[in-house]
């Protein structure tokens, strides 16, 4: 048995209980090849709640310090986290970007689900902020279809994203999957990017039913 599996068959029943997670278009989701999952993120509970709803693994980028821990909590820490799909990348500084964009790659030629933030970071107020155009760039040099998903109430149950999630009702709404083909070749366009990046958003945005602000989250949070 695998981890993954180890976790849904003991945290799952668990979680379920406590936010009673409703998914809604999960046969959205090709059975088998390489996907991305491009959402809204609200808090930090996003990812955990993710690996529980759907069969198929998900794997996606996280902060390298989740997994650095020392003593027993770090350890433990890390195991979940890993277990759960999670791949550790230093985001800090200008490589940042482009080594969970090459991370992502990877994952994808494997065959495998890859879920991305667009916003590149929690939202600071529950907005959907402007994406980023990693999301055009992986799927255009993959050739994986974009399945939009949208997390809802996961801010009613952790707030701010800090501290012991509180139980409540969670929706995962998966939108109809996006192919950009059409587009084949253009990984380099950076009005492509934009175009392929806003038309995704604009899906996570239908499916969230969020405010649209066209700006970045990080500028967000700085200001």
């Not at 993954?4 to 046969?27: H, S």
């Not at 230093?90 to 090459?102: H, K, Q, S």
């Not at 939009?148 to 009702?169: E, V």
């Not at 939108?175 to 084949?184: I, K, L, P, Q, T």
């Amino acid at each position: 048995m695998s981890r993954l599996a180890i976790i849904k068959a003991v945290l799952g029943p668990v979680m379920r209980l406590m936010f009673r997670p409703r998914v809604e278009g999960a046969e959205n989701i090709p059975g088998t090849g390489p996907v991305i999952l491009a959402g809204n993120h609200l808090t930090f509970i996003d990812s955990m709640i993710m690996p529980i709803c759907l069969d198929r693994p998900v794997y996606f980028i996280g902060k390298d310090e989740y997994v650095t821990g020392k003593g027993i909590k770090g350890r433990a820490m890390a195991w979940f986290f890993t277990s759960v799909g999670m791949i550790p990348v230093d985001r800090d500084g200008g490589r940042g970007g482009v080594a969970a964009l090459m991370t992502g790659r990877r994952v994808l030629e494997e065959g495998k689900i890859f879920s991305i933030y667009p916003e590149g970071t929690r939202s600071p107020d529950g907005r959907l902020y402007r994406g980023r155009t990693g999301i055009a760039r992986l799927t255009l040099m993959t050739g994986a279809p974009v399945v939009p998903f949208a997390m809802i109430g996961t801010d009613k149950i952790q707030p701010g994203g800090a501290g012991f999630p509180r139980p409540g009702k969670v929706t995962v709404r998966f939108g109809e999957a996006m192919e950009f083909s059409r587009y084949d070749g253009m990984d380099r366009d950076r009005y492509v990017l934009r175009a392929v990046t806003d038309s995704v958003m604009a899906e996570v945005m239908r499916l969230s039913g969020q405010e649209y602000v066209d700006m970045y989250a990080t500028k967000a949070k700085a200001a």
